[in-house]
């Protein structure tokens, strides 16, 4: 074994002036916590550790980072995990996106800041992984992801019940008055019920899928639940592998490509994955200065056929992926459509993963390619005055009913606006109608939450009506679904002509023709005027407001694109 390439602790010297001094200094005070001389002597793989009271789906954590350091210390190296911010999906206010490039920022300074050749990422929940792998590509050292897991399914009266799809399903039946209060709450308690990430094919999930498929997590290791102890092999076989990576100095660089990333996009296609992995993706491969553009990403839409069926669109959840065959079962399908050559962390190429031979994969989840779900992907951007940067909308979660309509707009100008009167019985509103929701996007101070999976106004879910066109610069849960027109850009708070609509506006909506119109002549709009939020006092509130960008380019932050825009956040 060559370890020459690998310099431990020696890496990254804090400067005195003296190097001697400095790795005499950081030996001796390395021995403070017990180590010989033989275990300092060792290549040091950092382990990026976000286990937190305030996240749920985390909290097997200290059992994984076990098998990780097992992994690690048989393949011959030093583990030494590291905290960095944690972010609970349910916990963080006003939204965790808000978050997410903090985290980015913290993971990248870490493991460039720290002595390691290679890091272990371990993370899961929505905007945790996401934010990890945009800081290893940013600090460009050997890296390896390790995700939580899915949750296990619980049950309720016999019905099957997962997060976090059926928690909307009920609340929407409650809200209905089909369910009363003591039900919703029997109800509470049993849809996360286990550690792990949401059970169905929502944005952990998705990005867990897509990981898997840019390389950045072990073959096969996306959809192990989180309790099965595979899952626990999977997190000493990543520690291994990091000590390969640290061997090979294989770099992000060399596995997050063009071609990585297509590859991913056709994966998450395929999964009829989560709006929010376009965003993620988008910033993702903004980290290694790929441009994920939207026309691209309906060309690939129109070329991938949907193969999992998962909620929220389908009757399945993840740990009947797992059992199907996985991502790896997706990914044999899609063969003929995939860049085979791309690097992985395992050290070999797609191609090379895929030739080895297959297990059996039960079709009544992942379908064959001459035999799909549905015969085009799940998401579509749309374009048009009302969106001239780009919109999302996922028409696998959606009533084909509704897609080519035009409509009359019902305008909530923001989230506190929406609450206030959504159930009003006096609100004019109809089920043609079309409900817009302003100031929810990035630059709002709202933080774009996942606020436009608008609720049915309430006289309209009692009369039965369960689907209506929603219009927002807001996000959407992965496990949401309905006919959700998301990401408007410009953003309202930016000035986008999203923030120009007003009540009775006609708006026309194609998903053929990926349109979206406001229908109002340009001598009006021009009359219409508009309001900036304030710029924050100060703190990363306002650092937030200074940088961040539009839906189009990922919601990063403009300096920590790898190549900063020199219009900004326009
Ligand atoms: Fe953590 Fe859903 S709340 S993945």
């Known amino acids: 074994m060559n370890d020459d390439s690998v310099n431990g602790l020696s890496n990254g010297l804090t400067n005195y002036g003296d190097k001697d001094f400095a790795l005499y200094l950081r030996k001796s ?25 305030f996240n749920n789906c985390h909290r097997h954590f200290p059992e994984m980072l076990e098998a990780v350091k097992r992994g690690v210390i048989a393949a011959g190296g030093l583990p030494m995990e590291f905290p960095t911010v944690s972010l609970g999906e349910v916990f963080l206010n006003p939204t965790s996106l808000r978050f997410r490039n903090l985290m980015a920022m913290d993971t990248e300074e870490m493991i460039r800041a720290q002595p390691m050749d290679a890091v272990v990422l371990v993370g899961g929940c929505d905007k945790t992984l996401p934010a990890q792998l945009m800081g290893a590509i940013s600090a460009n050292r050997p890296a390896i992801g390790l995700v939580a897991g899915p949750m296990m399914t619980s049950r309720w009266h016999g019905e099957r019940l997962g997060a976090c799809t059926d928690c909307r399903r009920f609340w929407a039946k409650y809200r209905a008055g089909e369910i009363d209060s003591g039900e919703i709450h029997e109800i509470e308690g049993n849809l996360a019920t286990t550690a792990g990430t949401c059970a169905v094919m929502g944005t952990a999930s998705t990005m867990a899928s897509i990981a898997e498929a840019l390389g950045m997590i072990l073959p096969g290791s996306a959809a192990i639940p989180a309790v099965h102890a595979d899952r626990l092999r999977a997190a000493e076989a990543t520690g291994r592998a990091a000590m390969q990576l640290a061997r090979s100095r294989l770099t992000p660089d060399r596995i997050v490509t063009p071609q990585s990333v297509e590859n991913a996009l056709r994966v998450l296609m395929a999964i009829g994955g989560s709006t929010n992995a376009v965003l993620h993706l988008t910033a993702i491969a903004g980290r290694a200065g790929i441009d994920l553009d939207l026309g691209r990403l309906n060309e690939v839409s129109e070329g991938t056929p949907v193969l999992v069926d998962l909620k929220p669109t389908g009757p399945h959840y993840m740990e009947d992926l797992f059992a199907a065959g996985g991502i790896g079962a997706v990914l044999r399908e899609l063969k003929p459509l995939l860049h085979l050559d791309c690097m992985t962390v395992a050290g070999e190429t797609l191609g090379q993963r895929l030739a080895a031979p297959d297990g059996p994969v039960d079709r009544a989840v992942v379908k064959p390619l001459t035999d799909p779900l549905q015969p085009k992907g799940g998401l579509v951007a749309l374009f048009g005055s009302l ?25 909530f100008a923001s989230l506190e606006d929406l609450s206030a009167r959504i159930d009003d019985p006096d609100l004019d509103v109809t089920p043609d109608d079309f409900l817009v929701l302003q100031n929810a996007g990035p630059l709002s101070t709202s933080g774009m939450p996942e606020a436009g999976y608008l609720p049915i106004p309430g006289k309209l879910a009692k009369a039965g009506v369960k689907d209506m066109v929603r219009i927002s610069d807001a996000r959407m849960s992965g496990t949401a679904y309905g006919s959700i027109v998301l990401h408007v850009t410009p953003d309202a708070a930016s000035g986008g002509p999203l923030a120009k609509v007003r009540n009775g506006d006609r708006i026309r909506l194609s998903v053929a023709e990926r349109r979206l119109d406001l229908l109002v002549g340009p001598e009006e709009l021009a009359r219409r005027s508009v309001t900036a939020p304030p710029l924050p006092e100060r703190g990363y509130a306002q650092l937030y407001r200074r940088e961040i960008l539009q839906a189009d380019r990922g919601c990063d932050f403009n300096f920590l694109r790898k190549h900063p825009l020199a219009e900004g956040r326009q």
């Open 387 to 411: 969106a001239p940067k780009g919109a999302i909308f996922k028409r696998s979660a959606a009533d084909p009913k509704l897609f080519e309509r035009e409509g009359r707009a019902v305008v």
């Open 29 to 53: 005070f390395a021995r403070s916590m017990g180590y010989s001389n033989h275990m300092l002597a060792r290549p040091t793989v950092g382990i990026a550790y976000t286990p937190s009271g």
